[in-house]
């Protein structure tokens, strides 16, 4: 049951671990409406017009399904012939999500996705073809089972209490297993980590759509070339050294990668590999073998470089030996993928950006949402430990540390 529930809080993107995740606000105003659409798994234009009906605002407590689990298994055997033999919610911050146990045999994940974000049926279209061509490659991800009638999702209209609207629902695969956060990541577990952000780049690289505009999300502040999308929210940061520090960050990414980026590799990118979306269950020699990679609901178009620095930063954040991570996930990430010198020299500051969203997100969400502050605020106080840390080392040592240690690394292969 530890490694369902583990599962769950990974599939469902509620984690103590990754604050974006609670980036979207109880909404009330039009410019709290205007915040949600900065969330990484939300588009800018299509999603705000849901909001926003004539004068009224629709709070995403509001969109969020609530389907009774009668309800939820009238659904499972009308559109995929399932009977139920358990059926169990699991946690989700804006969408509902059911563990379920088919009378057939058999174990699945019921997504009913909120009815603002089912608006957006291309966004979920192009999630769906990147989980099956992944799988066809022979990654460890997620699929999508058809509907009886040979669709891959369905949009329904279902009353849950307060009114009929339209959710789209999908039936996924399930992948057992336990968060690689709840195990002890040796360097040849980060190294399997980096190599295998890289090996799903790689792939994502090659698929081809013609609907892969959708992943473009241009006023994404969770996008690594966005960061001066944090200027709005810097009054939410407490004192003067952090505020001084993330515009510190903020001016190094403007005058020592910014003028470089139009030169990074492009890319279609997970988004948010990190500690709990990584599935790993028992294996030897190295302990863990990785089996699944969850959640590609922050898939975007934008560069290779920004998912190392993402991948990096995440697993930084739950290790014991945090300035000992980066070397041996570069090595992993460069046996599939060598980096140029132009990535190589970004790498550290894209890290540093990577907390610094992590910092004022945080800061933001818990202001508008204080009671929860203490909830929100995890990952962000074991970043803020990490962030001056490696602003102090400076950019030269931390690299070359990095660079370094893969080196070392990849030599003791």
């Known amino acids: 049951m530890r490694n369902l529930w583990m599962l769950a809080q990974a599939t469902t993107r509620k984690t103590k671990t990754d604050i974006k995740h609670f980036f979207l606000p109880q909404l009330v105003t039009k410019e709290q409406c205007a915040a949600a659409m900065q969330h990484p798994g939300t588009s800018s234009q299509s999603e705000a017009s849901a909001l926003v009906k004539g004068k009224a605002v629709m ?12 309800q939820a298994s009238q659904l499972l055997g009308r559109l995929f012939g399932l009977t139920v033999s358990l059926l169990r919610p699991l ?12 009378g057939e045999g058999g174990q699945y994940l019921l997504k009913i996705t909120n009815c603002v974000f089912s608006q957006n049926v291309d966004r979920y279209e192009l999630q769906n073809h990147a989980l099956a061509f992944l799988h066809q490659h022979g990654l460890p991800v ?7 009638t040979g669709t891959m999702m369905s949009l329904e209209d279902i009353d849950c209490g307060s009114g009929s609207q339209k959710y789209l629902v999908r039936l996924l695969t399930f992948l057992p297993g336990t968060t690689i956060a709840n195990i002890h990541c040796s360097p040849r577990m980060l190294y399997e980590v980096g190599r295998m952000a890289a090996t799903t780049n790689t792939m994502l690289q090659k698929m081809e759509h013609p609907k892969l505009w959708a992943l473009k999300r241009e006023n994404n502040p969770w996008d690594l070339g966005n960061v001066h999308l944090l200027e709005p929210y810097l009054p939410a940061l407490e004192g003067e050294d952090e505020l001084r520090l993330v ?25 948010d590999f990190n500690d ?19 959640d590609f609901g922050s898939m975007n178009y934008g560069y290779s470089i920004f998912e190392l620095a993402i991948t990096i930063m995440y697993m930084m954040i739950e290790s014991q030996s945090p300035l000992e991570v980066g070397g041996a996930v570069l090595a992993g990430w460069e046996s599939i993928l060598p980096l140029d010198e132009v990535e190589r020299d970004a790498l550290y500051t894209l890290v540093l950006v990577r907390f610094c969203q992590s910092l004022v997100m945080a800061h933001h969400t818990a202001a508008l949402r204080p009671e929860n502050k203490d909830y929100l605020m995890i990952t962000a106080r074991k970043g803020i430990r990490l962030l001056p840390l490696l602003w102090k080392l400076g950019k030269e040592a931390v690299l070359k540390k990095w660079v370094d240690d893969a080196r070392e690394y990849s030599d003791r292969k």
């Open 276 to 294: 709990q979306n990584i599935i790993v269950e028992p294996d030897s020699p190295i302990g863990y073998r990785i089996s699944g990679i969850l």
């Open 247 to 271: 515009k510190d960050v903020m001016m190094m990414f403007k005058t020592e990668v910014l003028v470089h980026v139009s030169s990074f590799r492009k890319s279609p990118i997970h988004g």
């Open 91 to 102: 946690p989700s911050y804006h969408d509902q999500n059911f563990h379920v146990v088919a």
């Open 59 to 70: 709070s995403m407590d509001e969109a969020q399904p609530r389907l009774s689990e009668p």
């Open 142 to 148: 997620q699929t999508v089972l058809p509907t009886l």
